[in-house]
Each structure stands twice: as structure tokens, then as C-alpha cells.
T-cell receptor, first 117, second 113 residues
Framework: GAVVSQHPSWVICKSGTSVKIECRSL??????MFWYRQFPKQSLMLMAT?????????EQGVEKDKFLINHASLTLSTLTVTSAHPEDSSFYIC?????????????FGDGTRLSIL | SQKIEQNSEALNIQEGKTATLTCNYT??????LQWYRQDPGRGPVFLLL?????KEKRKERLKVTFDTTLKQSLFHITASQPADSATYLC????????????FGTGTRLQVFP
């Protein structure tokens, strides 16, 4: 089945550091990738949608200069949390969707737990 | 605005019983609806997809129904097992593949031996 790899799985760093999270589709080409954020005991909140070769579409309230998304190839999207602060600590999850006509399930990575000290 | 609601309270049931989880949506006309399972600290795992023209879909012990009149989907796990304990998320989606996928609040299922 379709596999999405997310790396790193866990990051602990100091306030002010920028952190890059990678999301790769291992056995299929992902035209669209989604980035989510999840706080404890809450559902996934969509942050942005990225399509290969174009700028990401951010959800309302998500700062595009804070959360930089790059989708340079059909198998890789990256999320960079710039100048991270403790309030950015959360569980970040990516998902990828293959090419095709509608009715496609999304395949998720295993998430990245980000802790900012 | 679009809204997706699932049982916010945890569902506790005894092993062997059937678990039924509800997903209601408003201001939405989904062409299909997906159900996912999420374990703590992990990403969601796709379980089932049901299209608007399908009333029911089955996969092993899982069954999903989709009522576009009631704007509701029900997710059933028959002969539930402790290993089924997880959070279950529904995600209705419109026809177009480029539309974003938005999840319901999720229902935590706990199956006791």
C-alpha cells in the first residue's frame, strides 16, 4: 500500500531555532500534500495544502511566513517552522494524495512531535 | 460554515459488542466520505471510503453507511476487540480531488475485555 514517510519523528530545540520537517511519498507520486497540526486530544487542523511546483495555499489564521512550505517534487514536501517559539510546540502531520480522478484516500505520515524549549 | 460533528464523548464498550460511531455534517455536499483510525502519537490510517451513491460499504468487521438526506455517516465495528481501541475520524469530501480534506473532531473508542 501507499507509504508516506515523515522525518524527523521528534524534535526538541531551543526557542528561536528554525525546524524543517520532511514528508515523502515512497511508492507513489503525490500531486498534493497537506500539512496538519494537532494539539493533545484534539482533531487534526489543516494548516496548508501544497501542490507540486506551485505555492502552498494556507488556511485562515496560519502565518505563511512562519510556516514555510515547499513542494519541489512529486515525492517531497517540506514544512519549515521559522524562529520557533514554545507556542509552536505541537504534533505536525503530513499527508499525501496520489494522482487520479477523485475518490482518493489520503495517506498520512506518522507525524513529528515538535517541542520548543 | 462547513461543520463536521462526531460523538465528542468517548465510547466505552465491552469486547464482542458492536461499536457504532456517528458523523454528522452541515453546510456540505460531499461526494464521498472517508473514515480513518488514529492511535496516540501516530498519523491517521485510512480505513474505508464510501461514495454518495453507495448506501453501505463493508470491509471485514467494519461497516460504513452514508445517508445524504440525513447528512450522516455511521461507522460500525462488529465483534469489537481491545485492539480496536483508538480514535476514529471521519472526513467528508466534495467531488473535486483538489479540495482540502477536513476532519471531524474524532471519537475515542475504548473496548474493554
Amino acid at each position: 500500500g501507499a507509504v508516506v514517510s515523515q522525518h524527523p519523528s521528534w524534535v526538541i530545540c531551543k526557542s528561536g531555532t528554525s525546524v524543517k520537517i520532511e514528508c515523502r511519498s515512497l511508492d507513489f507520486q503525490a500531486t498534493t500534500m497537506f500539512w496538519y497540526r494537532q494539539f493533545p486530544k484534539q482533531s487534526l487542523m489543516l494548516m496548508a495544502t501544497s501542490n507540486e511546483g506551485s505555492k502552498a495555499t494556507y488556511e485562515q489564521g496560519v502565518e505563511k511566513d512562519k510556516f514555510l512550505i515547499n513542494h519541489a517534487s512529486l515525492t517531497l514536501s517540506t514544512l519549515t517552522v521559522t524562529s520557533a517559539h514554545p507556542e509552536d510546540s505541537s504534533f505536525y502531520i503530513c499527508s499525501a494524495e496520489g494522482q487520479g480522478i477523485g475518490n482518493q484516500p489520503q495517506h498520512f505520515g506518522d507525524g513529528t512531535r515538535l517541542s520548543i524549549l | 460554515s462547513q461543520k463536521i460533528e462526531q460523538n465528542s464523548e468517548a465510547l466505552n464498550i465491552q469486547e464482542g459488542k458492536t461499536a457504532t460511531l456517528t458523523c454528522n455534517y452541515t453546510n456540505y455536499s460531499p461526494a464521498y466520505l472517508q473514515w480513518y483510525r488514529q492511535d496516540p502519537g501516530r498519523g491517521p490510517v485510512f480505513l474505508l471510503l464510501i461514495r454518495e451513491n453507495e448506501k453501505e460499504k463493508r470491509k471485514e468487521r467494519l461497516k460504513v453507511t452514508f445517508d445524504t438526506t440525513l447528512k450522516q455517516s455511521l461507522f460500525h465495528i462488529t465483534a469489537s476487540q481491545p485492539a480496536d481501541s483508538a480514535t476514529y475520524l471521519c472526513a467528508p469530501r466534495t467531488r473535486y480531488n483538489t479540495d482540502k480534506l477536513i476532519f471531524g473532531t474524532g471519537t475515542r473508542l475504548q473496548v474493554f475485555p
